[in-house]
C-alpha cells in the first residue's frame, strides 16, 4: 500500500513536473552541454584549468611545433589521445561530473584539468 502511494506520488510529480516545465525536468534542471577548446601551445594547456557542465565536448588543439599528447591521469585512465602533431586535434565528451586531471604523456610535467560540474 504505502509503495502504490509512493509510486502514485512519483508519476504526479513527473507529469505535473512535465506540464510545467514543456519538457524532461530532469533536463531542465542541468545546464546544457558545452563545447570548450583547449589549446597547447609552448609546452602548456590553456587554460589549464576548465569547468563545463555535463555532457560538453572538449577539444584538444596542438598549436604547437612539436608533438603533444592529452592523457586522462585516472586509473582506469578516462582519456587518452594519440600523439597529437601540430594543428592536430582531440575531442572528448565528459558525461560524468568529477574533476579530470590530465597531462602530456611526452612531457609529464605539462598537465591541466577539466572539472565537470
Ligand atoms: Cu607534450
Redesign the pocket.
Known amino acids: 500500500m504505502r509503495r502504490s502511494v509512493s509510486v502514485a506520488m512519483f508519476v504526479a510529480v513527473v507529469v505535473l513536473g512535465t506540464a510545467a516545465l514543456g519538457k524532461d525536468p530532469v533536463v531542465a534542471a542541468q545546464q546544457k552541454p558545452q563545447t570548450a577548446e583547449v589549446r597547447?601551445d609552448n609546452?602548456s594547456f590553456g587554460p589549464a584549468a576548465l569547468t563545463v557542465s555535463v555532457g560538453s565536448t572538449v577539444t584538444w588543439t596542438n598549436r604547437?611545433d612539436?608533438?603533444?599528447?592529452v592523457v586522462s591521469s585516472d586509473d582506469p585512465k578516462a582519456f587518452k589521445s594519440k600523439v597529437l602533431d601540430t594543428d592536430e586535434k582531440f575531442s572528448f565528451t565528459f558525461t560524468k561530473a568529477g574533476t579530470y586531471a590530465y597531462f602530456?604523456?611526452?612531457?609529464p610535467k605539462?598537465t591541466g584539468k577539466v572539472v565537470v560540474q
Open positions: 597547447i609546452f604547437d612539436i608533438p603533444h599528447t602530456c604523456s611526452i612531457h605539462m
